[in-house]
T-cell receptor, first 114, second 113 residues
Framework: EAQVTQNPRYLITVTGKKLTVTCSQN?????MSWYRQDPGLGLRQIYY???????DKGDVPEGYKVSRKEKRNFPLILESPSPNQTSLYFC?????????????FGQGTRLTVV | DAKTTQPPSMDCAEGRAANLPCNHS???????VYWYRQIHSQGPQYIIH???NNETNEMASLIITEDRKSSTLILPHATLRDTAVYYC??????????????FGGGTRVLVKP
């Protein structure tokens, strides 16, 4: 089954404790991205990757890092989480980055930073 | 990307067709109309997209007016599981446009028994 898998689904952590949210897709997609969703603000793109070893900032990259060492994986790293990063996070993938394909989203990771 | 306008909410009876309107009066000739939905706190789900012609798949039909300034998503036989927020998005197919999806307010659809 074609899918995007995020882990963990829920996470409560403390300020400053580094964490990684994993994202994996099994569709051999070139394009992957991370979004955060906050009430009243909709989905905002954090980072995206056009292919292996190619990543770029989205609209709200501050406080986040990503890597794309393999095509299937696109982890989101919070080096020093802060309470304003409490949010619902989604990973998404598309066949390519040319804008002409449907996006597949993961189930989401609800992160709480206290 | 062109801006879209959708009603904030609508109710629909189970088993009946749900017709979701979207206005996109500033759409450009190379921009497609996409529809996604998000069931409570789950990841958004792609439904359908089109450029000029009407489109149909196993989930829904998309009717685009001849002037392309508006469209309607049709769920032919709504079920309770179709309760979700539905987003209409207009975007170009080009490397410059990239794949970033900009979700507006959407229409909150409640399917009632």
């Amino acid at each position: 089954e074609a899918q995007v898998t995020q882990n963990p689904r829920y996470l409560i952590t403390v300020t400053g404790k580094k964490l990684t949210v994993t994202c994996s897709q099994n569709m051999n997609h070139e394009y992957m991205s991370w979004y955060r969703q906050d009430p009243g603000l909709g989905l905002r793109q954090i980072y995206y990757s056009m292919n292996v070893e190619v990543t770029d900032k989205g609209d709200v990259p501050e406080g986040y890092k990503v890597s794309r060492k393999e095509k299937r994986n696109f982890p989101l790293i919070l080096e020093s989480p802060s309470p304003n990063q409490t949010s619902l996070y989604f990973c998404a993938s598309s066949l390519d980055g040319r804008g002409n394909t449907e996006a597949f989203f993961g189930q989401g990771t609800r992160l709480t930073v206290v | 990307d062109a801006k879209t306008t959708q009603p904030p909410s609508m109710d629909c009876a189970e088993g009946r067709a749900a017709n979701l309107p979207c206005n996109h009066s500033t759409i450009s000739g190379n921009e497609y109309v996409y529809w996604y939905r998000q069931i409570h706190s789950q990841g958004p789900q792609y439904i359908i997209h089109g450029l000029k012609n009407n489109e149909t798949n196993e989930m829904a039909s998309l009717i685009i007016t001849e002037d392309r300034k508006s469209s309607t998503l049709i769920l032919p036989h709504a079920t309770l599981r179709d309760t979700a927020v539905y987003y209409c998005i207009v975007r170009a197919h080009s490397p410059a446009a990239g794949n970033k999806l900009t979700f507006g307010g959407g229409t909150r659809v409640l399917v009632k028994p």
